[in-house]
Nanobody, 128 residues
Framework: VQLVESGGGLVQAGGSLRLSCAAS????????IGWFRQAPGKEREGVSC????????HYVDSVKGRFTISTDVAKNTVYLQMNSLKPEDTAIYYC??????????????????????WGQGTQVIVSS
């Protein structure tokens, strides 16, 4: 599977953006998709992930209640709706994929080394 992110940009604090992770080469139905972000000088961190087959999802505490991950099966795309954005959300956002069959049922991988396929990233800048 190949992944391409889009939807990043510059937004004021309190604003919203929707990131897209478009997949090609394989159906997303067999994958867990994760969204990660990396701010300047910081390590890449997991933001959210979703099992596209059963819809189970997970969020890091800092984005709970503000970000929503979803899947459009017809478009083979995973979205990250980001509301109430804060300056500390500024980062390059990446989506990543791993086959759901590689993990036990009900397990959602959340670390970078659990994912094998990555997109090129999309920049999000939140101004104060």
């Amino acid at each position: 599977v190949q992944l391409v992110e889009s939807g990043g940009g510059l937004v004021q604090a309190g604003g919203s953006l929707r990131l897209s992770c478009a997949a090609s080469g394989s159906s997303l139905n067999d994958y867990i998709i994760g969204w990660f972000r990396q701010a300047p000088g910081k390590e890449r961190e997991g933001v959210s992930c979703i099992n596209t087959k059963d819809g189970r999802s997970h969020y890091v505490d800092s984005v709970k209640g503000r970000f929503t991950i979803s899947t459009d099966v017809a478009k083979n795309t995973v979205y990250l709706q980001m509301n109430s954005l804060k300056p500390e959300d500024t980062a390059i956002y990446y989506c990543a994929a791993v086959r759901s069959s590689w993990f036990p049922n009900h397990y959602l991988p959340y670390s970078t080394d659990e994912y094998g396929t990555w997109g090129q990233g999309t920049q999000v800048i939140v101004s104060s």
